[in-house]
């Protein structure tokens, strides 16, 4: 398969690259140290188009394709994955989700808004007691004619207090199971609507992680997405594409750990000689660079299936299920390369290999994307 870039694709990549170098990397590590969401940064990524890269353009969005959003999403991840989960939740989940998804007054009055960074958005599925096991919803929203009522817990809500708009899954009809689902928009600040505590990570520690509490919250019926029953395959719908953009996150975070260990090791001397030139060194570099190209093969594929309209489940899922393990082994090695020096924040491995775990974890644990791959081999 020819994944030859465009001078276009060129060009959006260097522009994050060069974003991610001049405006992230300088307060990453107090960000992280501190918890402290990067507010400022994601507003000029908003103003400079990188958070509604893929949505159409009279609603704001960028009308790029995939590719270049994988492109992007690897250069900000490679700097800074606490930035880069807030692009994709709000690019993937919930521009994505809206444009496809959402009807005309939807777009006009949220996606024009969170295509620039005007507002931000958080996607509300996971909850304490349905994190893998998505169809076990009981935030209920019961319907009351022209509106519902909605209560309950979401859980690890990625940008949990800095969203303005939130797209919250819902069970409305509990006979029907998964066809009783749907999918809500809801503003911060209605009555009832509570954002409950911060989470303290082990890593992406400056994106703000919350509990989201629902309390007899009254949701106009216009804000339901798609038809009556539609919210779980909603879901199912835009975390696949979700998923592509967490795997470009793990490649991002793995490329920018197997870079910091390149430059280290061609000028850290041990034994009479940059280490780079001991195997033991060498062989790992070999090693790191096979499994990221080898990653980003499969995310391109994912990229690029999505963006010719073909089915993107499998590739999606096979595109986070290894990326992530990638960026899990990269990234540890990363530190073994830098010795006692992977170690302390200045050199940033550390944090690249506490960022990584996570994307073994959100959008579907690496074995919820072995129940998708296997269920799609298997024909299931
Ligand atoms: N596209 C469209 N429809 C889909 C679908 C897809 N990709 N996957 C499933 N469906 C449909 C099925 O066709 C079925 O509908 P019908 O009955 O009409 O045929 C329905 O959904 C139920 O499907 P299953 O019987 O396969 O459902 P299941 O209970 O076995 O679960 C699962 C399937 C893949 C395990 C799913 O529950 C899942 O993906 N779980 C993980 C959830 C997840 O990723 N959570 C992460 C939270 S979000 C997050 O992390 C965001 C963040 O903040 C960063």
């Known amino acids: 398969m020819d994944f030859k870039l465009t001078e276009e694709h060129i060009m959006i990549r260097d522009a994050a690259r060069d974003f991610a170098k001049s405006e992230l990397l300088a307060g990453v590590i107090e960000r992280d140290e501190k918890q402290q969401f990067p507010t400022e940064q994601i507003k000029k990524m908003g103003e400079l188009g990188f958070l509604g890269m893929m949505a159409s353009p009279e609603y704001g969005g960028g009308g790029m394709d995939t590719v270049s ?32 998804y959402g009807n005309e007054e939807q777009k006009k009055k949220y996606l024009t808004k969170l295509t620039t960074g005007e507002s931000l958005g958080a996607f509300c599925l996971s909850e304490p007691e349905a994190g893998s096991d998505a169809t076990s919803q009981r935030t209920t929203a019961i319907d009351k004619g022209d509106h519902y009522i909605l209560n309950g817990t979401k859980n690890w809500i990625t940008n949990g207090n800095s969203a303005d708009f939130y797209i919250v899954i819902a069970q409305t009809d509990r006979e029907k199971k998964h066809k009783g689902i749907n999918a809500f ?24 992680t919350h509990s989201l509490i629902f309390n007899d919250v009254k ?23 979700g998923r592509i953009g967490i795997a470009a996150q793990a490649l991002g975070i793995a490329a920018g750990a197997y870079e910091l260990a390149l430059e280290y090791s061609k000028v850290r001397k041990a034994f009479g000689t940059e280490i780079c030139n001991h195997q033991a060194i ?48 990269v990234s540890v090695e990363a530190v073994q390369v830098h010795g006692g020096n992977g170690y302390v924040k200045e050199y940033h491995v550390e944090r690249l290999m506490r960022d990584a775990k996570i994307t073994q974890i959100y959008e579907g644990t690496s074995e919820i994307q072995k129940i998708v791959i296997s269920r799609s081999i298997l024909n299931k």
């Open 69 to 100: 959003y994988v492109l992007a999403m690897e250069e900000i991840s490679k700097i800074d994955a606490s930035a880069s989960v807030v692009m994709s939740v709000n690019n993937s989940l919930v521009c994505w989700g809206l444009d496809t």
């Open 185 to 208: 928009i809801v503003e911060k600040g209605w009555a009832g609507f509570e954002i409950g505590p911060k989470e303290q990570k082990l890593g992406i520690r400056g994106s703000d």
């Open 219 to 241: 949701v106009p019926k216009e804000n339901r997405i798609g038809e009556d029953g539609f919210g779980f395959k909603f879901a199912m719908k835009t975390l696949s594409g």
């Open 282 to 329: 060498a062989f790992k570099l070999a090693d790191m660079h096979v499994s990221i190209e080898a990653a980003r093969h499969l995310v391109m594929k994912a990229a690029v299936d999505k963006d010719n309209h073909e089915n993107y489940d499998l590739s999606g899922a096979m595109a986070k299920l290894y990326a992530s393990q990638v960026a899990m082994d």
